[in-house]
């Protein structure tokens, strides 16, 4: 009876890393997503623009005028897709690897 107990705690154990790996995976992909997005979409001007301004969502009606009509919104969008994108093909690889 112990040894059954034992082996249940076990194998509850080792779900839980497999879970917790996939889970690393899936939120590494979504960085790559997200650094592949801003390599690609990032620029404004012919230069980047900063994260603070890139992730920066709050603020009064001026500062989300200038966002929309500047480009940073698409800008924004784009980059968040691109990291959306690699969180998906995480969750395939993780579901794959099985």
Do not use: P
Request: hydrophobic share 45%.
């Amino acid at each position: 009876m112990a040894q059954v107990i034992h082996t249940c705690r076990t194998m509850s154990i080792n779900r839980r890393g497999k879970t917790m790996g996939k889970l690393i995976g899936i939120f590494i992909f979504a960085l790559v997503g997200l650094g592949a997005g801003y390599a690609i979409f990032g620029k404004w001007g012919g230069e980047y623009v900063s994260l603070q301004t890139l992730f920066s969502f709050g603020g009064n009606r001026l500062q989300g005028a200038f966002r929309s009509l500047s480009g940073i919104e698409d800008i924004r969008n784009k980059v968040l897709l691109c990291g959306a994108a690699g969180a998906v093909v995480g969750l395939l690889l993780a579901f794959k690897r099985r």
